[in-house]
């Protein structure tokens, strides 16, 4: 019994690893193809440049392999197990703190966060600082899934809430200072990566789930599109009281 154990879970785990390897090299490839004719065709790179280039994409292609892997295996799960668990936590203030502490810290772990922090503190000569954008991010990211769970305990209707956040966002983008305002669409756009999304659709899936009388789907979902609102908010006000 054991054996026939170890091995069902050795091939289940081969499965998938050959799963991630498909589904990266499929989504990866084609770039690299185009790079690759463009350069034979028309663009002539130097070849320490290109060769730069085929060594960073088969990096890319072996991190992203493992990267998801971890997701799949060992993020996903927590998320889910940590959703579940906060309902039975008392009172209500404990259960936003924890969601917004697992946004915040979600989001300073996201690599497109700090690859978008690292570009826009190089484009503006220092003026917009990597390490304040970065936190700016991060709280509004937390606070809106903090709100998002919160949403879910009061059933109060998404629709609302994503309607008057998007009021102040058009609201804000009036009175921020114009160069703040890409930015903060930018910052609300890298929130969605690899790695708070599985962290944060994975809580509210798992929060939602152990909630009766409650819809998973309806519910659970919906997290993502509330959570980026937040660094769009955040960066305009910080735009505003930076200037």
């Known amino acids: 019994m054991g054996h026939s154990r170890r091995l069902g879970y050795h091939i289940h785990v081969q499965s998938r690893i050959k799963a991630k390897v498909l589904e990266v090299v499929t989504a990866i490839l084609p770039l690299v193809a185009v790079v690759v004719i463009l350069q034979f065709a028309v663009i002539r790179m130097p070849g320490h440049v290109f060769f ?9 292609i072996v991190g992203m ?37 697992i946004g ?6 996201e690599p497109d966060v700090i690859v978008l922090t690292r570009q826009v503190d190089e484009v503006s000569g220092g003026t917009i600082r990597e390490n304040r954008l970065i936190y700016v991010i991060a709280i509004g990211v937390g606070f809106f899934v903090a709100m998002a769970i919160l949403r879910v305990l009061l059933n109060f209707p998404i629709a609302y809430l994503l309607t008057a956040s998007y009021i102040v966002v058009v609201v804000l983008a009036f009175f921020a200072p114009a160069e703040f ?3 903060a669409f930018d910052a609300g756009g890298v929130t969605t990566g690899p790695m708070a999304v599985p962290i944060v659709l994975a809580l509210g899936l798992g929060f939602s789930s152990v909630l009766s009388g409650r819809s998973a789907l309806g519910d659970g979902l919906g997290l993502i599109g509330l959570a980026s609102i937040g660094p769009i908010i955040g960066v305009m006000v910080m735009g505003m009281v930076l200037h």
């Open 52 to 60: 730069q280039f085929i060594v960073g994409a088969a990096m890319v």
């Open 65 to 101: 392999i493992l990267f998801l892997l971890g997701v799949e295996i060992g993020i996903l799960p927590l998320g889910k197990a940590l959703g579940a668990e906060l309902p039975r936590l008392r009172p209500v203030f404990l259960v936003v703190a924890i969601a917004f502490v």
């Open 104 to 109: 915040f810290a979600a989001t300073i772990a």
């Open 181 to 183: 305002v890409p930015v």
